[in-house]
């Protein structure tokens, strides 16, 4: 009993529900002749509105909550990356045929400061090039991305290797990258 009426507690008290049940409410006593209250619950539904959708309230709290947790240390090693989708904005991007990140981008910045310091992490080794190359690739970044695994290859430092990931759907006619499939010696597609 107590789950269901965890849920359906939550499930009224976020600001959209309140907003609707607000404007409901005051729309229903408003044909009840409470104009009055009426127009209180509709004046309360739209300041709820109004503060949540135009301003940071949202954000200002739930500050204190991510404060209460630190940033850990960096690790001394990393033995890969797993970037989450979802931090760009697909209907922006195929407007403008770029790159527009929403509110959950800053993983994508991550990702791509972990590739710079795979980059520089790359004189020591070079298989963090072909690492840097796929973070680059994955953001949009296919010249950079290209000239990485081009590196990682020349140093034999590729590590394993598949032709048909998705990743590399949008620079799959690419020269260069058909260029480092037969350097691989990566048997080409069968059309």
């Given amino acids: ?80 990356i797993v970037v989450l989708g979802g931090g760009m904005d697909g209907e922006v991007d195929t407007v403008r045929h770029g ?14 400061r972990l590739a710079a310091e795979f980059e520089g992490l790359s004189a020591s080794n070079a298989a963090w090039a072909s690492f840097a190359g796929r973070i680059y690739i994955a953001l949009g970044d296919y010249d950079h991305g290209l000239e990485l695994l081009n590196r990682a290859l020349d140093a034999e430092a590729m590590p394993i290797f598949y032709k048909d990931q998705p990743l590399w759907k949008p620079i799959r006619r690419d020269p260069r990258f058909q260029d480092l499939l037969h350097r691989m010696r990566v048997p080409p597609d069968q059309h």
Avoid: K
């Avoid at 790159?99 to 791509?112: H, I, K, P, T, Y």
């Fill in 1 to 80: 009993m107590f789950p269901i009426l965890t849920r359906v507690f939550w499930l009224l008290v976020q600001p959209v529900s309140l907003v609707a049940l607000f404007m409901l409410l005051g729309l229903l006593l408003s044909f009840r002749r409470r104009r009055w209250w009426g127009r209180v619950f509709t004046f309360l539904g739209l300041m709820i509105l109004c503060t949540m959708a135009f301003t940071t309230f949202g954000y200002v709290l739930i500050t204190p909550l991510e404060a209460r947790f630190v940033r850990p240390p960096e690790p001394a090693h990393i033995d890969g």
């Fill in 99 to 112: 790159w527009e990140f929403n509110q959950s981008g800053d993983r994508m910045v991550e990702a791509l």
